[in-house]
Every structure is written in structure tokens, then in C-alpha cells.
């Protein structure tokens, strides 16, 4: 199991093969190339950008929300900046069924309307917020409902690699960051994301 310590990968490593997923979730070993790789795992930013940021969130975590901002002027700034979100639902039943609603989203090109709409909203959340929300950014909740319901082997596949892949990686709450060879629990400000993407873009000085 690779932990804080021993957590390596090359930068710029080559897209991972389906089989590894299997592969991690019948060892139970953690794969670093589906940490920054995993196919079915949403990226924003560069898709070819030479750093890749990893960042464990939930819909409902006060600290992720008011961290997204940060992370969206720090991604609009750096041009070579690739960002993957791992939902990983830690709040409960409205956070798991906002992850799935907003994965299925992306089965209707609709992702990044409704990652940006439930991230605006301010505390805990229920179900009806949540429909609301999305409604309101113009995501059909019942298109976004159908989106998983179609796909719902692979996003739900996605959902327990990313849980198993944050307690792999010592995480114990939202939001967790990965760049390179380093692992940040918390919330991180724009000068503490910079130096993380710096850190990971140069690791050696």
C-alpha cells in the first residue's frame, strides 16, 4: 500500500490501461497512475498540461467550496495545469447522490455546469437544494438522473476507487490535494497551491 511517505509517480506518465483498475481493486493496492489517470474521473484545465493536480472534495464541505475559487484562479493562471476532481462523498446520503447527479451530468456534457453550480452553494445541503441548484445552472436533474442511471456500473465503479485511493493516501476528511510526489490534507490558499503545483512541476529544486 503506498502511503505519504512512499507515494511516487513521474510526471507526464503515460494514460493508464482500463485493466489497471481492476487490477487496484482486486489487490487492493493503490496505483498511483489511477490517482492522476483514472479515465473515468473528470479533468479540468489543460488536458495535456505538464502537471496534474488531484483534489478529493464533497459537495457539502465548507472548506472545498470556499477553496474552489482559489483553485479555479490558480487553473485560469497556469496554462499547464491539469486538474482532477475525485468526488468522495463523505458527508452522507445527499453528498453521494449530488456526486452521482453531477457524474451523470458529464454523460450529457454537462459537468462542469453542475461541479460549478453545487460548488457556489453555501453549507449543508438537501436533496431538494440540490435539485434546485442544478435546475436553476440549467442541468435537468432528471437528464442528469438518467446520465447515471446509464452509466451507473462505471461512475459508481469511480466512486469507491476514489474512497479506497484517499484512505490509501492517509486522507481523513475533505479536501485532500495530490501534486507529484506530495499529499496536502486541507484546504490550501492560492500561495500554498502555487508552491504545490511549483513543487510538482520542478521536484527537484
Known sequence: MIDRRNFLILSGAAMVLPA???AEAETGALDPQMVFHDPDAPALGNPQGDVTLVEF??????FCKKN???????????????VVMKDWPVFGPVSLRAARLVLGA??????????????????RLSDAQVDKT??????????AQAGYQSARQKI?????????????????GTPGFVAGR????????????????????????
Do not use: W
Open 20 to 22: 489497471a483498475a481492476k
Open 57 to 62: 472534495f464533497d459537495y457539502q464541505c465548507p
Open 68 to 82: 474552489h475559487p482559489v483553485l479555479e484562479e490558480v487553473m485560469a493562471e497556469d496554462r499547464g495545469l491539469r
Open 106 to 123: 458529464q454523460e450529457n456534457g454537462a459537468y462542469a455546469t453542475a461541479l460549478e453550480a453545487l460548488m457556489a452553494t453555501k453549507g
Open 134 to 143: 442544478l435546475n436553476a445552472a440549467g442541468v435537468s436533474v432528471p437528464k
Open 156 to 172: 459508481d465503479a469511480v466512486l469507491a476507487r476514489n474512497d479506497r485511493q484517499a484512505s490509501g493516501l492517509g486522507l481523513f
Open 182 to 205: 506530495m499529499i496536502y490534507p486541507g484546504a490550501l490558499d492560492k500561495a500554498a497551491l502555487t508552491e504545490a503545483i511549483r513543487v510538482a512541476r520542478h521536484p527537484q529544486g
